[in-house]
């Protein structure tokens, strides 16, 4: 049996709406079996099925306790876990003056410290197995921050740092990495469930905040990349023996990582003699 034969147990959590719930539709469709977890189980459900193929699990990502419950059960009833995907999101928006150190705190516990829980719980199983796949979902905004959106890109771009440190310390075991960096995909991101936003509090904001708010409130349900093709694309990744440690999804999400690259190009070149300038005289 080859590797793109073989059945795996995916691990995913977020899955009770948006994309967790794409991806596990999607790995149940193509064979595979699914632990698919999020605090409301009975969402879960609902949003999936239930089958013989399918494990759901409650899970709130913030509990360590929670994480390690839920490998328990999951290794109990499949005996393996092959593919985690780090999936389970909330967007908070605002300006970083506005954010309350409360919300700041909420969005970083979910967005890196939560995925930090559950692939602490996981590792050990992947490490006895000697193979496995930790795809965690960040953002553009892991790749280049946003006005508007500071605490989410303090989220995201330590979820991508915590992941690139990651990958070398696992790669021996056979366990491999890979960081997703979506564009605008048509999920539930935008709405009230998956999204809060800073109460306005500072007057000297108020003309661009109002323009963010339209921009978000016109992107929901609007937006181009397809969940479902993301679905598959991260299928086919986690099927290649050698999957990419990051995996840019959609021309939007291109466009930001380019332009990331020529900034830091720019930057470099402007300031390449002073930079250098640096060492100790001999």
């Not at 978000?216 to 679905?231: H, R, S, Y």
Request: charged share 20%.
């Amino acid at each position: 049996m080859n590797d793109m034969d073989k059945t795996k147990v995916w691990f995913i959590t977020g899955a009770g709406r948006g994309m967790g719930t794409t991806i596990a539709k999607a790995a149940l469709n193509a064979g595979h079996k699914v632990v698919a977890t999020g605090r409301n189980p009975d969402a879960v459900v609902r949003a999936i099925g239930d089958s013989e193929s399918v494990m759901v699990v409650p899970l709130d990502v913030c509990e360590p306790a929670d994480a390690h419950a839920a490998v328990k059960v999951a290794i109990e009833r499949f005996g393996a876990i092959d593919v985690l995907v780090n999936n389970a999101a909330h967007f908070c928006g605002g300006y970083f003056e506005e954010l309350t150190p409360d919300q700041i705190e909420h969005q970083l516990q979910v967005a890196l410290v939560g995925s930090m829980h559950v692939t602490r719980a996981i590792l050990p199983v992947m490490r006895t197995q000697r193979s496995g796949h930790v795809i965690s979902i960040s953002s553009g905004a892991g790749i280049s921050g946003f006005e508007f959106n500071s605490a989410y890109s303090a989220a995201k771009f330590a979820l991508e740092g915590w992941m690139e440190a990651l990958a070398p310390e696992v790669a021996p075991f056979g366990i491999h990495t890979t960081i997703v960096n979506p564009g605008f995909f048509r999920t539930e991101f935008l709405t009230d469930a998956s999204s809060t936003f800073a109460k306005p509090s500072i007057e000297d904001y108020d003309d661009r905040r109002v323009g963010h708010l339209e921009f978000f409130n016109n992107q929901n349900g609007q937006q181009p990349g397809d969940p479902k093709k993301l679905a598959n694309a991260l299928l086919q990744i986690a099927n290649e023996a050698q999957p990419p440690q990051r995996f840019i999804a959609g021309a939007d999400a291109i466009d930001i990582a380019e332009q990331k690259i020529a900034n830091l190009q720019t930057e470099i070149n402007a300031y390449r003699d002073l930079s250098k300038s640096m060492a100790y005289d001999n």
